[in-house]
T-cell receptor
Framework: EAGVTQFPSHSVIEKGQTVTLRCDPISGHDNLYWYRRVMGKEIKFLLH????????ESGMPNNRFLAERTGGTYSTLKVQPAELEDSGVYFC??????????????FGPGTRLTVT | AQSVTQLGSHVSVSEGALVLLRCNYSSSVPPYLFWYVQYPNQGLQLLLKYTTGATLVKGINGFEAEFKKSETSFHLTKPSAHMSDAAEYFC?????????????FGTGTKLQVIP
């Protein structure tokens, strides 16, 4: 069974440009999470989808970030316009929709974003 | 509020020596605790977890961790380091809010193994 995949693995863009990151969760996983790790700091929660709905987007840093999950399958995270402080590694994770939310999160390899 | 503190952003050990990576947590509810490992150019991989029951949990690659409630700690250990253990290790606490889980990570500890 394929794991969580993310594309691209690396992205280097200039300040002010737009970047879209993609995450494909494990097939059948209703829950999809985005996290971000800025250099040297902790991995921080960004948001959580349940199917196509945003369950919790309390971690989104500002309105330059837009996440979507059309059809409840893959998700995209768009940063527009990108700023220097957006550089970091963006992780995606997915989990099954078990009752009580007590299911394991499986992480993707991450996308390393560098804004110059 | 839940938080995780990892002591030491970098730890170096000699090959064959004991590995000890420290993790302390703060949680207002009984915690689920995790250690993840990230090898170079790879994603986060679950190393081990504590949910309930036995406080000493064993994970992959010979690692284990002990949940000590009185010390609010979940330190990761391995008796003998191997070169392949060089990676970054993250301690995390999982809790439930509104019926859904949230995960809080520590800042990570990079383990260097010296031959």
């Amino acid at each position: 069974e394929a794991g969580v995949t993310q594309f691209p693995s690396h992205s280097v863009i200039e300040k002010g440009q737009t970047v879209t990151l993609r995450c494909d969760p494990i097939s059948g996983h209703d829950n999809l999470y985005w996290y971000r790790r800025v250099m040297g700091k902790e991995i921080k929660f960004l948001l959580h989808f349940v199917k196509e709905s945003k369950q919790d987007e309390s971690g989104m840093p500002n309105n330059r970030f837009l996440a979507e999950r059309t059809g409840g399958t893959y998700s995209t995270l768009k940063v527009q316009p990108a700023e220097l402080e957006d550089s970091g590694v963006y992780f995606c994770a997915s989990s099954q929709g078990l009752p009580g939310g007590r299911s394991e999160q499986y992480f993707g390899p991450g996308t390393r974003l560098t804004v110059t | 509020a839940q938080s995780v503190t990892q002591l030491g952003s970098h730890v170096s050990v000699s090959e064959g020596a004991l590995v000890l990576l420290r993790c302390n947590y703060s949680s207002s509810v009984p915690p689920y605790l995790f250690w993840y490992v990230q090898y170079p150019n790879q994603g986060l991989q679950l190393l081990l977890k504590y949910t309930t029951g036995a406080t000493l949990v064993k994970g992959i690659n010979g690692f284990e961790a002990e949940f000590k409630k009185s010390e609010t700690s979940f330190h990761l250990t391995k008796p003998s380091a191997h070169m392949s253990d060089a990676a970054e290790y993250f301690c995390a606490v999982r809790f439930y809010s509104g019926g859904y889980q949230k995960v809080t990570f520590g800042t990570g500890t990079k383990l260097q193994v010296i031959p």
